[in-house]
């Protein structure tokens, strides 16, 4: 039995996966989540095989909970679920450890078969994403900014992009002010970009936000 807990703020999507996913015999819904805290007590619990995870969640960016799980359960797969099409995030998340990435217009079947991918230890990767790994692995300039950005740069760069300031931002990641400001400097330069309001536009212009 493959044990799933799905984390989405939206009871209805919650809903409709669980339905879905209970005429499996496979399957199996353990938890669900509505916030980054609930499915943090749920990873802690190690009661679950695979998470379904919503990008963008009320407290935290689907890559913070994302960098959380690998740290606390470097094993668990991760299959990031999202509102946008692949192109917009799915190297940069699959990257970051994700074991996928699947649309939430994703035919049901399909997300079916991501979650039995993972669970067998395996990333599930569409005809599209292997193309758009395949292209990367040329030359890092035709990459998209912020594709070349770190782990840490790109939760930086999401949270500055929702408008955050570097005070917040460093209490939320319980970094120093001075360390989230070297992130953010290096951000910009990276990026090509001058200001807090560039990287909202940016993130804005290229489906990064929701």
Do not use: W
């Not at 049901?108 to 067998?120: C, G, K, L, Y």
């Not at 930086?156 to 992130?183: C, D, I, P």
């Amino acid at each position: 039995m493959i044990r799933v807990v799905i984390a989405d703020d939206h009871a209805l999507v919650r809903a409709g996966l669980r339905q879905f996913l209970a005429d499996h015999d496979d399957l199996s819904v353990v938890a669900e989540c509505a916030n980054g805290r609930e499915l943090m007590d749920v990873v802690r619990a190690e009661n679950v095989d695979v998470v379904l995870l919503d990008i963008a969640m009320p407290d935290q960016t689907g890559v913070d909970l994302l960098l959380a799980i690998k740290a606390r359960a470097p094993a668990l797969p991760v299959l990031m679920l999202s509102s946008y099409p692949e192109e917009h995030y799915a190297t940069t998340l699959l990257r970051q450890g994700a074991a996928g990435y699947v649309g939430k217009d994703t035919d049901p079947d399909e997300i079916v078969r991501a979650i039995r991918t993972a669970a067998a230890g395996r990333r599930y990767i569409t005809p599209a994403v292997a193309e758009q790994l395949t292209a990367g692995l040329g030359s890092s300039n035709d990459k998209a900014p912020h594709e070349k950005l770190s782990d840490r740069e790109l939760q930086v760069f999401l949270h500055l992009a929702r408008g955050e300031t570097v005070g917040q931002l460093a209490e939320s990641l319980s970094l120093s002010v001075k360390t989230v400001s070297t992130y953010r400097t290096r951000v910009l330069e990276k990026m090509g970009l001058g200001s807090n309001s560039d990287l909202t536009y940016y993130a804005m212009k290229n489906g990064l936000l929701q």
